[in-house]
């Protein structure tokens, strides 16, 4: 059983990973980053505070940020070493079928994905706030796929490695959502008001990105 599903996961990572451009390398290569949406970190900031005050905008904050401290550092500190699963990118099975970008191949061990844990984590206390409905839920959604996207794309993670991340996440998420909501007595949102400046952040990145990836493949 553990090597069929070992066998789906390669082939599932192939068909996606076998597809490749230049325009599409260089927008992977910057979407997957960290740095490039602090933008829309800020602007989910700026959401929260403006929905919630001052105060519980601090308490959310903070709760997220512990939260995908402890869903990331769950992934990379603690789980990776136990299965110590190289990622496809290092595979000695199928590394030399996987597509490279730009030699970017990750660390030795990609079980569970970190990448796949924190997004999925931010994504799950937003649904938690605004519910699933929500506008902000839903570009986050959208964010949070192509994020696990990427991996797939760049040929550094496995689905298996990107499902199991998202469920820690999910985990992680709820864990400190309901701490959050015992301790400090933090309620969802009501109604969809305020998100423009988020969806804007998102919307303003991806389109820069796509520019960027224009530009660039044009001046090589």
């Not at 970190?41 to 105060?55: C, Q, S, T």
């Not at 797939?152 to 490695?161: E, N, R, T």
């Amino acid at each position: 059983m553990i090597d069929f599903l070992n066998n789906l996961d390669m082939q599932a990572l192939l068909a996606v990973n076998s597809h490749h451009a230049a325009v599409p390398d260089i927008f992977m290569m910057a979407y997957t980053g960290k740095l490039i949406w602090a933008p829309l970190y800020l602007a989910l900031a700026w959401f929260v505070w403006k929905r919630a005050g001052w105060a519980h905008a601090i308490v959310i904050v903070l709760a997220i940020v512990t939260t995908i401290a402890l869903a990331d550092q769950t992934c990379a500190t603690l789980l990776r070493p136990i299965f110590e699963r190289l990622r496809p990118s290092h595979s000695t099975e199928i590394g030399g079928l996987v597509n490279v970008v730009n030699g970017y191949r990750g660390g030795l061990y990609g079980f569970p994905s970190c990448h796949a844990a924190n997004s999925v984590a931010l994504t799950v206390w937003f649904f938690l706030l605004c519910g699933a409905r929500s506008r902000l839920s839903m570009m986050l959604l959208v964010w949070c796929l192509l994020t696990c996207y990427t991996r797939m794309y760049l040929g550094v993670h496995y689905p298996g490695d990107l499902l199991f991340g998202s469920v820690v996440g999910s985990l992680c998420a709820l864990l400190c959502w309901f701490l959050a909501v015992r301790i400090f007595k933090i309620g969802k949102f009501r109604g969809d008001t305020a998100t423009q400046i988020p969806l804007a952040a998102f919307l303003l990145t991806v389109t820069a990105l796509l520019i960027y990836s224009i530009v660039a493949h044009l001046v090589r």
